[in-house]
């Protein structure tokens, strides 16, 4: 059974303090790692796909990184607008389903 | 990225009567897409899978009866709650995959049953 789980479950950062959420995983076969953005009464925004291990992605402040166990996600010099809940996801190449099995999240807390 | 439109946003409905959800890829065609409903402060829980012009595969514990979920083209899927009561009240979202890959999210539906 594919299991992600992430943490911390919540982070408190001050503006210009990085830090990195991490998600580990376990998978029979990796078809996708996929990082999430969710605000509060809201969908989650996509952000990144990983497919292999020692991919790196980049977006802003934002890069994600992935081993074969784990991804992290690396926030350079947060501002208090990349608070939010961050998810991870992972989909199985193995069987016919693309369902993506998500983490709880860790909750982003950005302070001016 | 791929946008996925989902309406209404907010919706509030008397006991016993029925709410459609509708969710519509706007610039790819999903010939899979799912349903979610998450609580507070909680992850996504899958409710079903919807694939387009079969029927829906419900998560164990989801009743088919109550969530209707019909996905009659490659680009829209909509899920009725059937006779609403309070405890439906919830944050209802959907997902379309792309390219069998990424999936992409609706803007949700919070749905108030009084």
């Known amino acids: 059974e594919d299991q992600v789980t992430q943490s911390p479950e919540a982070l408190r950062l001050q503006e210009g303090e990085s830090s990195s959420l991490n998600c580990s995983y376990t998978?029979?076969?990796?078809?996708?790692l996929f990082w999430y953005r969710q605000d509060p009464g809201k969908g989650p925004e996509f952000l990144f796909t990983?497919?292999?291990a020692g991919e790196e992605k980049e977006k802003e402040r934002l890069k994600a990184t992935l081993t074969k166990k784990e991804s992290f996600l690396h926030i350079t010099a947060p501002k208090p607008e990349d608070s939010a809940t961050y998810l991870c996801?992972?989909?199985?190449?193995?069987?016919?389903?693309?369902?993506?099995?998500f983490g709880r999240g860790t909750s982003l807390i950005v302070h001016p | 990225g791929a946008v996925v439109s989902q309406h209404p946003s907010r919706v509030i409905c008397k006991s016993g009567t029925s709410v459609k959800i509708e969710c519509r890829s706007l610039?790819?065609?999903?010939?899979?897409m799912f349903w979610y409903r998450q609580f507070p402060k909680k992850s996504l829980m899958l409710m079903a899978t919807?694939?387009?012009?079969?029927?829906?595969?419900?998560e164990q514990g989801v009743e088919k009866d109550k969530f209707l979920i019909n996905h009659a083209s490659l680009t829209l899927s909509t899920l009725t709650v059937t006779s609403a009561h309070p405890e439906d009240s919830s944050f209802y979202i959907c997902?379309?995959?792309?390219?069998?890959?990424?999936?992409?999210f609706g803007q949700g539906t919070r749905l108030t049953v009084v």
């Open positions: 997902s379309a995959i792309l390219r069998r890959a990424e999936a992409f």
């Open positions: 998978v029979s076969g990796l078809r996708g």
């Open positions: 990983l497919y292999s």
């Open positions: 996801a992972v989909q199985d190449r193995s069987g016919g389903s693309y369902i993506p099995t």
């Open positions: 610039d790819f065609q999903a010939t899979t």
């Open positions: 919807s694939n387009e012009g079969s029927k829906a595969t419900y």
